[in-house]
C-alpha cells in the first residue's frame, strides 16, 4: 500500500510543478537571465547525468571502462567528428577496455 501512496503523492507532487510553471508571469520569463538559464539548464542536467553515469556504481566513485569511453568521446568531440563517431568511439573503447580486463 505505502508504493501506492508514493505514486500519489509523485502525481500530485508533478502536477503542482507543472501548474507553478503555467502560473509564472510572462514577465518573469522575459528576463534576460531568466533566458539564459533556462537555456542553460539542460546541458547542466544533462552533464550531471553523464558524470554520474560513467564515473558513480552504487554509492562510490569508479574509474573503469566507462570513464575511459567518456574520454574517447570528449576527444572526438574536440576533434570535430560526427557524432554517430563520437557514440562508436566511445563504445569502442569501453568495449575494448572491458574485454582486455574481463
Not at 553523464?50 to 572526438?76: H, M, N, S
Request: charged share 10%; with cysteine; glycine share 8%.
Amino acid at each position: 500500500m505505502s508504493i501506492w501512496i508514493a505514486i500519489g503523492l509523485t502525481f500530485v507532487g508533478c502536477y503542482l510543478v507543472k501548474l507553478a510553471g503555467l502560473l509564472v508571469p510572462a514577465g518573469a520569463l522575459e528576463r534576460p537571465l531568466v533566458r539564459r538559464l533556462a537555456a542553460l539548464l539542460p546541458v547542466a542536467l544533462l552533464a550531471a547525468l553523464t558524470a554520474q553515469q560513467a564515473f558513480a556504481d552504487g554509492r562510490e566513485l569508479v574509474l573503469d571502462a566507462r570513464a575511459a569511453g567518456l574520454a574517447a568521446a570528449a576527444v572526438a568531440l574536440l576533434l570535430r567528428a560526427p557524432f554517430l563517431v563520437v557514440i562508436a568511439a566511445a563504445v569502442a573503447v569501453t568495449a575494448g577496455l572491458r574485454a582486455l580486463t574481463g
